[in-house]
């Protein structure tokens, strides 16, 4: 498995319940792109029409020797997932405060997939808690550090 690209404000903005690996349509030129890491998921998600998953938003830079092959670089574009799995979700994300955000794209042999994570937002206060966390655990390794090299 080859990491692509990231999410990390998925990571910030939500708490990540359920994760789900789906197959993305592309077309020839964006699969070339992708393979040079040129894609970016920020303020991307997932929708759920008709029975379909589609991924919005999400930036796919042109090929650069792809002349009049290229598409649209924020086009939406179909996920695979079975039919289990799109029931489970539209079921899950239309209670309130649940959203598909998408969290990393990455090469699964010669496929290219995405990992979608079924997502409830933060509050500001939850941000806040976490980012003191953070800040707390690297204060303490910083300690641990100290006290190693001694």
Do not use: W
């Amino acid at each position: 498995m080859k990491i692509i690209a990231t999410n990390k404000k998925a990571f910030h903005d939500y708490f990540v319940e359920d994760t789900y690996e789906a197959g993305i349509v592309l077309v020839g030129t964006e699969v070339k792109s992708v393979r040079l890491g040129a894609v970016n998921l920020r303020d991307s998600y997932a929708v759920i029409k008709n029975g379909e998953v589609f991924l919005m938003g999400a930036h796919i830079s042109p090929y650069e020797k792809g002349s009049y092959f290229n598409v649209e670089p924020r086009r939406n574009r179909k996920l695979l997932l079975n039919k289990a799995e799109i029931r489970k979700l539209k079921a899950r994300t239309e209670q309130k405060g649940y959203t598909l955000v998408p969290l990393k794209i990455y090469f699964k042999d010669s496929l290219v997939k995405v990992e979608l994570g079924l997502c409830r937002g933060k509050e500001l206060h939850d941000k806040r808690e976490t980012i003191k966390r953070r800040e707390e655990s690297r204060k303490l390794d910083r300690i641990k550090k100290e006290y190693n090299t001694r």
